[in-house]
């Protein structure tokens, strides 16, 4: 079955980090544009950061460089690592896959992990 | 950057009726090489991720139901409910991905049963 499930969300203090994964089956991730996407509580659908297929990366303004988006190929999980984090990261973050006919329309989503940052 | 404002915020109907919610983009989507709109609509129920239900503007993805339907050009854009079902109680999401790349998504319009 083709599916995402990310893990590694949870509590963390501002400034902390957190690295949060995303496992696909069914599918290869480095053939495929992967993208993080977050939701704040209550709020809209912000994209974080995209990585291609060719390695090159995209990062949202409200990241950048604080945010690394990978991929391992040989365990075919998406990874996000998150350093100085603020209370404004507190989201839902999603995994998505980009489709085969269009790489920026996000055709298959994880269930998504929930990220806390508070002191 | 392209921005995408959703009309409304939120609106109520009665089961079986037409719902149908507004994107306007700041500036036009239509991709000139394939003379398509570069706009998509995601369903996101409660508690679940987004679902992709239409791009370039009226394409239905695989499996979605036939009263669900995209319209529009330019910059001006719709999604319309021909009969709202009850499993249609949804936050929708019109998503440009015209550029900059990936794009930017509406804020969002909650459809709710009156």
């Known amino acids: 079955e083709v599916q995402l499930a990310e893990s590694g969300g949870g509590l963390v203090q501002p400034g902390g980090s957190l690295r949060l994964s995303c496992a696909a089956s069914?599918?290869?991730?480095?053939?495929?544009?992967m993208s993080w996407v977050r939701q704040a509580p209550g709020k809209g659908l912000e994209w974080v950061s995209v990585?291609?297929?060719?390695?090159?990366?995209y990062y949202a303004d409200s990241v950048k460089g604080r945010f690394t988006i990978a991929a391992d190929n040989s365990k075919n999980t998406l990874y996000l690592q998150m350093n100085s984090l603020r209370a404004e990261d507190t989201a839902v973050y999603y995994c998505?896959?980009?489709?085969?006919?269009?790489?920026?329309?996000?055709?298959?989503w994880g269930q998504g992990t929930l990220v806390t940052v508070s002191s | 950057d392209i921005v995408m404002t959703q009309s409304p915020d939120s609106l109520a109907v009665s089961l079986g009726e037409r719902a149908t919610i507004n994107c306007k983009s700041s500036?036009?989507?239509?991709?000139?090489?394939?003379?398509?709109?570069?706009l998509a609509w995601y369903q996101q129920k409660p508690g679940q991720p987004p679902k992709l239900l239409i791009y370039?503007?009226?394409t239905r993805e695989s499996g979605v139901p036939d009263r669900f339907s995209g319209s529009g050009s330019g910059t001006d854009f719709t999604l319309t409910i021909s009969s709202l079902r009850a499993e249609d109680v949804a936050v929708y999401y019109c998503?440009?991905?015209?550029?900059?790349?990936?794009?930017?998504f509406g804020q969002g319009t909650k459809v709710e049963i009156k």
């Open positions: 998505a896959r980009g489709t085969t006919s269009n790489y920026w329309l996000l055709g298959l």
């Open positions: 069914g599918f290869t991730v480095s053939s495929n544009y």
């Open positions: 990585i291609y297929t060719g390695g090159g990366t």
């Open positions: 500036q036009s989507v239509l991709y000139s090489s394939n003379n398509k709109n570069s």
């Open positions: 370039w503007a009226s």
């Open positions: 998503h440009q991905y015209y550029g900059p790349l990936p794009g930017t």
